[in-house]
């Protein structure tokens, strides 16, 4: 005779939690926010506006909370959408591991610790990190499977960590912080058209487009180039002496400009192949552009 010892007994795995915290949040792409809002945030502190730690560590735990609730609300909003592709169907949320409750849970602890963290570096960081995660739920999510315009919609939220570490820096957004934000604006355009490119397969399952015209066509792959051409030319106005406080030298700009004649290669190569390999090429070769940049961009600083 069976007795209550012989019953089954769930066990609560820390591991397996964590990592769906880590999927919930989508760690790696938040750490990548990170980088950007950490490199704002060194070329923003100056002599009247002096480094400190506690700004640093309040700016990278508030931009992880941010970019976290964003995401956690996504996916709770997406939950059915993310069941049906491939790349999405195994989340924490479709895949039955988390409630949609207990997702709803971690996304509002992660927007009010996030608000309340980047108000303590100053109002303008909060405003701006509140205006991001309203941006990228309420807006840009919905307008996913509406419009291909989408992606004009989600380059805001996804261009403000740049220019948010140097709000945080300095109290003020002004035309340096303006000149980060156009930055990482432009870049999204290419490296999210390549991203719909080669996951179209994927995305049409859930009846989301996210290409220009809605298509692998002519006409997208000539937008991502002109994008690409609007990237460098943005990439490059800390050269021109009209950005204030920011700015970089010649020879740096030259690296700049060598390393957006290089991504634009591959747009080209987009453009001539129209292949999946093709973008997925030029996805790689956009994330390691706008990484490398921001290295230049702090090398300058200390270096010159």
């Known amino acids: 005779m069976k007795t209550a ?5 769930t066990s609560f795995s820390v591991k ?12 790696g792409l938040a750490i990548s926010v990170l980088f950007s809002s950490i490199a704002g945030y060194l070329l923003g502190f100056s002599d009247s506006h002096p480094f400190r730690w506690s700004i640093l560590i309040m700016l990278i735990i508030g931009g992880y909370c941010m970019v976290g609730a964003s995401n956690a609300f996504n996916q709770v909003i997406e939950k059915d959408i993310d069941a049906l592709m491939d790349r999405t169907k195994n989340r924490p949320v479709p895949a ?20 309340i963290l980047l108000y303590l570096i100053n109002p303008k960081t909060a405003m701006f990190g509140a ?4 941006l990228y739920t309420c807006v840009y999510t919905p307008l996913k499977t509406v419009t291909p315009l989408s992606v ?7 261009a403000i960590p740049f220019m948010l570490g140097w709000v945080a820096a300095t109290g003020n957004f002004g035309i340096e912080a303006g000149t980060l934000f156009l930055i990482q604006f432009f870049w999204q355009f290419p490296h999210f058209w390549s991203i719909g490119w080669f996951l179209y397969d994927d995305y049409e399952k859930a009846n989301i487009f996210m290409l220009p015209t809605g298509k692998r066509d002519n006409s997208t792959a ?3 180039i002109l994008y690409t051409v609007w990237l460098i030319v943005a990439s490059l106005l800390p050269a021109s002496g009209y950005t204030g406080q920011f700015y970089i030298t010649h020879w740096s700009a030259a690296v700049v400009l060598l390393m957006g004649l290089w991504m634009l290669v591959y747009a080209v ?13 030029l996805m790689l070769a956009s994330v390691s552009y706008i990484s490398l940049v921001q290295i230049v961009y702090v090398l300058d600083k200390f270096l010159r």
Not at 5 to 9: E, I, K, N, S
């Open 131 to 134: 205006i991001s995660i309203f």
């Open 222 to 224: 000539l937008q991502t």
């Open 96 to 115: 039955g591991r988390m409630s949609v409750t207990t997702a709803l849970s971690i996304a509002f602890l992660l927007t009010l610790t996030g608000i």
């Open 152 to 158: 004009f919609v989600g380059a805001f939220p996804g």
């Open 269 to 281: 190569k987009l453009y001539r192949l129209r292949t999946p390999k093709a973008a997925k090429a």
């Open 16 to 27: 397996s939690a964590f990592a769906d915290f880590k999927a919930i949040t989508k760690a």
């Open 5 to 9: 010892l012989d019953a089954p007994v």
